[in-house]
């Protein structure tokens, strides 16, 4: 049987999505025959979230069966936005989540990204959650992870030494962590 895994891509703009490409070949050719990789666009919308939340929501509805999500930087953190602020009927087997920021502050743009104070406790607690983030990372601090170290204690925590944002484009060892779910 084939796996679903969901890529949900960080920022918004057309670059983002071309570098982010690079992590998905990266995944697909580790992953192999058995896992079908799907990277959707997603467009940048005005509103507070971007539309990410209700584009997530539509992607995970379009799949069928059980799924594995996949999210960078952005689409990590919104993907933690999503599963701690809606209801769902599908079978997710596991969360991996690439360099994600912690949004805090009280500037309006980041409203709509900053998860509720009470967020792990309205995760899915039967699913595996895997976090990656490197020491070198120039865009996300490598405090972020630890922050998520502290509140998400169930979660497998990746630090990795040299790989900057995009962990070199070469997503192995997330892909060997989906493998062995």
Known sequence: MIRQVLFIQGGGG???????????????EALGDGYNVHYPRLPTETTPDFGRIKQIGDEISNLKGDIILVGHSLGASMLLKYLSENEFKR??????????PFWE?????????????????????DVPIYLYHCHDDEEIPFEHIERYEQKLPQATVRKLSSCEHQLNNNLNVVAGDIMSI
């Open 105 to 125: 502050g009280e500037e309006d743009w980041k409203l709509g990204l900053k998860l509720h104070d009470n967020f792990p406790e309205r995760l899915p607690g």
């Open 91 to 100: 079978k997710i087997l596991g969360v991996f989540l690439i360099s994600t």
């Open 14 to 28: 057309e670059d983002d999505y071309k570098a982010d490409a690079q992590l998905v070949t990266s995944l697909k």
